[in-house]
């Protein structure tokens, strides 16, 4: 086991840690809740993660987004996700997919490969896609509802999609999951009201969700120590 692993190893044993080198996990978006994820399972040593993102860093990324410095800007988010992992972990194997995760490019990610999926997109027919995927493949999924718009990220949980309530993005998934038959899995979400930042814009279309340094952030740190936990205690 390498050193940089060794005070992980005083929490959960040497066993687990090798255990975790062995996981391929995939994080489908790479933006603020998820690049905290990968943050995280890049430290935890996991051996493979797949990020799947198509977007480029921009300006308004700097205040929330661990991956977005003035340097990375312009760039592809899975790239500099990727250099970022290969700093902290040099071992580990990434897989950059610059693409976005609907249904119609879903093909080009076999699911049955994944030890654990991590849904951190913002489209709601993306996200129902990934969740039925992993459940058709029997893969562990979490997925990050709404961060934007909040204040205190104290109030996130970890709960079952359908027992959510309060988050408007936990109540259009639990009604889109239920009509779908899809099983219960795990969300990270919070009861808190969303601030209301302002009216929509004069074309009609809805204004740009406002979000701080410290919500998205803890919301993926949580998710990233739910897939540790749960895949370590596969392994008991």
């Excluded at 399972?41 to 205040?63: F, K, P, Q, Y």
């Excluded at 899975?78 to 990434?94: G, Q, T, Y």
């Excluded at 995760?101 to 049955?112: C, H, I, R, V, Y």
């Excluded at 408007?168 to 919070?190: F, I, N, Q, T």
Aim: one cysteine or more; proline letters at 4%; charged letters at 25%.
């Amino acid at each position: 086991m390498k050193e940089q692993f060794v005070r992980t190893a005083l929490v959960y044993g040497e066993e687990a840690i090798n255990s975790l080198n062995q996981r391929r996990v995939a994080v489908f978006g790479i933006g603020g809740v998820g690049g905290y994820v990968v943050e995280a399972l890049a430290r935890s040593g996991i051996g493979t993660l797949d990020l799947i993102d198509n977007d480029v860093v921009v300006e308004s990324n700097l205040n929330r987004q661990i991956i977005a410095t003035h340097a990375s800007l312009g760039r592809s988010k899975v790239e500099v996700a990727k250099e970022r992992v290969l700093s902290i972990n040099p071992d580990c194997h990434v897989n950059a997919y610059q693409t976005f995760f609907l249904p119609d490019t879903q093909d080009q990610f076999d699911f049955s490969q994944y030890d654990y999926v991590i849904d951190a997109i913002d489209t709601i027919t993306g996200k129902l896609a990934i969740i039925k995927l992993a459940q058709d493949h029997h893969v562990p999924v979490i997925s990050s509802m709404g961060t934007g718009n909040k204040r205190h990220p104290e109030l996130f949980e970890v709960a079952d999609i359908y027992q959510t309530s309060v988050c408007p993005l936990a109540r259009v998934m639990r009604y889109e999951s239920k009509k779908r038959g899809l099983s219960p899995y795990k969300v990270v979400y919070s009861k808190e009201k969303p601030v209301r930042p302002g009216k929509q814009k004069d074309d009609g279309r809805k204004v740009t969700p406002g979000s701080t340094a410290f919500t998205p952030g803890t919301a993926g740190l949580i998710i990233a120590s739910v897939v540790i936990n749960d895949l370590i205690s596969q392994e008991r």
